[in-house]
């Protein structure tokens, strides 16, 4: 079944630098890779999706990247904020007669002030 | 975005006693939804796949007899604990989604068990 990997699993950036999480998954077919951002105590919150027809997807400070060969993609925050302190977690998603997701571990980011 | 609202955010209870907890898709329907598992500082565990109208699909380990899920429309799914222990406290999260590949989550419940 599909695996996903997460590195790295804590992460410390000065306020203004920028944060890179990286994930790679196992099954090819995977097709579907949303990133979401947990708040302490609160639900994961949806931040950025791409499909396995794009490469790279911007939105604001947030990006994502697709390596299909190498099946890597890795979300990037620039300027980043203490507000974007928080757990990232990276998924892939396949279809098998419904989409299934499969989480990776989670990276803990700390932006210091 | 799509808003997914779980009730209550948190719940404390004896040991014996069943909780229910009730995740609603607010703005959109939502054929299947989710629930997950967190113990701290981990990641997401998928309990169970919630379908409207149908019996509800439980991964590998998880007693269906013990968590009873209820997906009753298309914007409505619950989850019983049933019989709680202190070993079921957790934080549990639903999700939803409005299409085939996005999911949207709950803001999660904590379950303490007494």
């Known amino acids: 079944g599909e695996n996903v990997e997460q590195h790295p699993s804590t992460l410390s950036v000065q306020e203004g630098d920028s944060a890179v999480i990286k994930c790679t998954y196992s099954?090819?077919?995977?097709?579907?890779f949303p990133w979401y951002k947990q708040e302490l105590g609160k639900g994961p919150q949806l931040i950025i999706d791409?499909?396995?027809?794009?490469g790279e997807k911007k939105d604001q400070r947030i990006a994502v990247t697709l390596n299909k060969t190498a099946k890597h993609f890795s979300l990037h925050i620039t300027e980043t904020q203490p507000e974007d302190s928080a757990v990232y977690f990276c998924?892939?998603?396949?279809?098998?007669?419904?989409?299934?997701?499969?989480f990776g571990a989670g990276t803990r980011l700390f932006v210091k002030a | 975005g799509a808003v997914v609202s779980q009730h209550p955010s948190w719940v404390i209870c004896k040991s014996g006693t069943s909780v229910k907890i009730e995740c609603r898709s607010l703005?959109?329907?939502?054929?299947?939804m989710f629930w997950y598992r967190q113990f701290p500082k981990q990641s997401l565990m998928l309990m169970a796949t919630?379908?409207?109208?149908?019996?509800?699909?439980?991964e590998q380990g998880v007693e269906k007899d013990k968590f009873l899920i209820n997906h009753a429309s298309l914007t409505l799914s619950t989850l019983t604990v049933t019989s709680a222990h202190p070993e079921d406290s957790s934080f549990y999260i639903c999700?939803?989604?409005?299409?085939?590949?996005?999911?949207?989550f709950g803001p999660g419940t904590r379950l303490l068990v007494l």
């Open positions: 998924a892939a998603s396949i279809w098998t007669g419904g989409f299934k997701t499969i």
């Open positions: 703005d959109f329907q939502a054929t299947t």
């Open positions: 099954d090819s077919a995977s097709n579907y």
């Open positions: 791409i499909r396995s027809n794009v």
């Open positions: 919630s379908n409207e109208g149908s019996k509800a699909t439980y």
């Open positions: 999700s939803a989604r409005p299409n085939q590949e996005t999911q949207y």
